[in-house]
C-alpha cells in the first residue's frame, strides 16, 4: 500500500487553443474505504490559475492552503497577478524545500498567462520537478490510465466546448478502471474572462 | 514487478535465480458482429533492451481461432507449441478443428495445469463462435477466462483499456457508431500508436489480424521505433 494511493484521487490538465480545461474526480477515500464524494482536488488560485493536487489529502490540503498564502502575499507586494510560469517555481521551491520529508502530492497547474493571454499547463513531481508539456498532464492514481486515453483522444488547437467533451472522457473513463478514484467530476473550462464549471454524470462507484 | 524482472537490481537480498522475464509487448482484441479483429505489436524486449523488432505475438490454431500472448517469451513458445499440437490431436481424433470456445475451455485446463508454476503469459483468443459471432476470451496467467466483446492485456493494458470502455463499448458516451470491421481495426491502431508512445515495450509495428468466416486477413502497420 502506497502513500500515494491511500486517498485516491485523479487529475487533469489540457491545452486547447487559447484555453484550457482541468478536472479532478470527487472521491475521498481511507483504503478501501469511500468517506467523502465531493472532495474536489481542483483549487483556484486566481481567476486565471487553477491548482490540481492528488496524493495524500492532508497534505493536498496544506500545500494548496500555503500556496494560495504565498500567491496573495505576492500580489500584494508586487500589485499585479502572479503568471502561471512563475507560480510553477515557487510551487517547485515550495516541494523542493522539503526534499527529504516531502508532500505526498502530484500537482497540476493549469492557467492562462495574464500578460501574454497564452494557455499554460505543467505539472510536477511530489519533490517540485517541473514538466511543461505542449498537450496534457495527468496524475493520480490512475495515471496510467488517464495517459492511455488522453494520448489517444487529445488533438491540437482545440474549441473550449471539443475541449471539454475530450477531458471529460478521458477522465471519465480512465476513473472507471480504478478502484481509487471515481465517484463523480468536476471540470473547469478556463478562457480569457471566462471560467466555466460543470459536474460530470459518472458512475458513482 | 520485482518476482518477475530480472533487469532491477536489489542490493540488499540475497541473489536469486528468477526463471522468468518480461518480454513486454501489446495485445488486444475485438468481437464484432460477426467477425473478430486481433491486434499484437512485434516487438520482442527485455529491459531497455530491444532483442527484435519483428516478432508477432499470435498464432492461428484453427481456421476460425487465433490466439494471441504476451508477456514471458520462453513460456509463449512453449504454450504455442503445446496448443498447435493438441489440436492437431484433437483434429485427428475429431475430423474437424476445435471450435472457438473449445479451444478457450483447454488453454484454460492448459494453463491451470500449471497452476503451481505458472505460465507467465497474459494470453487472448479470438474467433467466430458455432454461431459465426465474434468472440474474445481473455485469460489471466492461471487459466481463469472469461468471453468478452474487448479486451487489452500486456505491458500497457491499463493505458488501452479504458479506450476501449470509451470507443467499443460505449461507455460514458450517448451513441457510438456501429461496429463495423473498419471502425474496429481503426481503434486498433489507435490504440497501439497511443501505446507506443507512453510504453518504451511497445513499437516497432503492428499485425492487424481480422477473422471472418471467409478465413484470417492481416495488415502490417508500422509504429515508433524508439
Redesign the interface.
Known sequence: MSIMSYNGGACIAMKGRNCIAIASDLRFGIQGQTVGMDFEKIFPMNDHLYLGLTGLASDILTVSERLEFHIKLYELRENRKISPKTFLSVLSNLLYEKRFGPYFIEPVIAGIDPKTRQPFIASCDLIGCPMEPEDFVVTGT?A??L???C???WKPDMQPDELFECC??AL???V??DAGSGWGAVVHIIEVGKVTTRRLK?RMD | MSKFSNDIVDHSRQHRFSPYAMNGGNILAVAGENFAVVAADTRLSEGFLIHTRDHPKTIQLTPTTMVAMAGFEGDILTLKKNALTRIEMYAFEHSKFPSTPAVASMLSKMLYYRRFFPYYVYNIVAGLDENGKGCVYSYDPVGSYERESYRAAGASNELLQPLLDNQIGGKNLRNVPALTVERAKQICIDCFISAAERDITTGDAVFVYVITKAGVNYDKFPLRRD
Open positions: 490512475c496510467t490510465q495517459y492511455g486515453m494520448e489517444a483522444l471529460s472522457q471519465l473513463n480512465a472507471d478502471r459518472a
